[in-house]
């Protein structure tokens, strides 16, 4: 796992202090506090796994004492039936980890299944497929990381990573050629600027400008070919904006470099796995 355990450690805690208030009613008042058992993660689905250290981090912020085996990495397909983790030590640990542990390891394996299978319909094209902007407060990280274990390749992680003009920007600004024409004057030489474009005029003038890459939003594949080949190769092309499991394609065909998908963070269903506690 490359996230920061900074980072990890203080999504855990907040979610446990927001599950736990004061105490867990029913393990506490139920269940003795030296009694011990053993847990285990499984699959009832197939697709790609991610988040088990972040799921297993959850049982040891609660107990370090608690032991844990991990059977399945991240990045790893697993099947329906398929034992992700094991875990050993106290059963309150157990219980009131829980549903933490399994929020976060089912949202993040969701990511990385969707962005594997989108990866994979791309295949044999020039097409990169990249995740967006569209995520969940405080997550982002995480669901990044998601996007990646996937396959998937991440696009920019905030506003300041590059100067990136939208409808709304361009339009405040006066124009694609303005707007590109200010930026150029202020970032650093390591700063890109990519440009929203609605049609091929706008393209033509997102190239005569100069811009780095060039988004080309809500076009149908036919439309993206030809922006393709009156780009030849000036500029990065990215495709976004209302492409499909049916679409994916046929817009990866068009030749473009990059297709962004707002749906693999912003609607990713919860991948299904159970815990078991005995």
Do not use: W
């Amino acid at each position: 796992m490359i996230l920061n355990q900074i980072y990890v450690d203080n999504i855990i805690k907040t979610a446990l202090l927001e599950d736990i208030n004061y105490c867990d009613v029913t393990t506490d008042y139920l269940i003795p506090s030296d009694q011990i058992g053993d847990g285990k993660l499984v699959s009832k689905a197939d697709g790609i796994v991610c988040g088990v250290e972040v799921a297993a981090r959850v049982f040891e912020i609660i107990d370090n004492t608690i032991q844990i085996e991990i059977l399945k990495n991240d990045g790893e397909p697993v099947h329906k039936g398929d034992e992700i983790m094991r875990m050993h030590g106290k059963t309150t640990t157990l219980l009131k980890g829980e549903r933490t542990a399994l929020n976060l390891i089912q949202h993040m394996s969701g990511i990385a299944t969707i962005s594997n299978r989108y990866t994979k319909i791309v295949e044999g094209t020039n097409a990169s497929i990249a995740d967006t902007r569209k995520t969940l407060p405080g997550l982002r990280p995480l669901q990044k990381y998601a996007v990646m274990t996937g396959g998937a390749k991440n696009h920019r992680y905030n506003l300041s990573d590059a100067a990136m003009l939208k409808d709304n920007h361009i339009d405040a600004a006066g124009g694609i050629t303005q707007a590109i024409t200010k930026l150029r004057t202020k970032i650093g030489h390591m700063t890109k600027i990519e440009v929203e474009t609605r049609d091929l005029d706008e393209l033509r003038e997102a190239l005569d400008a100069k811009a780095d890459i060039i988004m080309l939003d809500n076009m149908s594949p036919e439309t993206m070919k030809q922006a393709v080949a009156i780009t030849a190769g000036r500029a990065v092309l990215e495709a976004s904006g209302g492409i499909t499991d049916e679409t994916l394609r046929a817009v990866a065909e068009s030749g473009v470099d990059i297709i962004s998908v707002g749906a693999l963070t912003h609607s990713v269903t919860a991948f299904d796995i159970s815990m078991y506690v005995k």
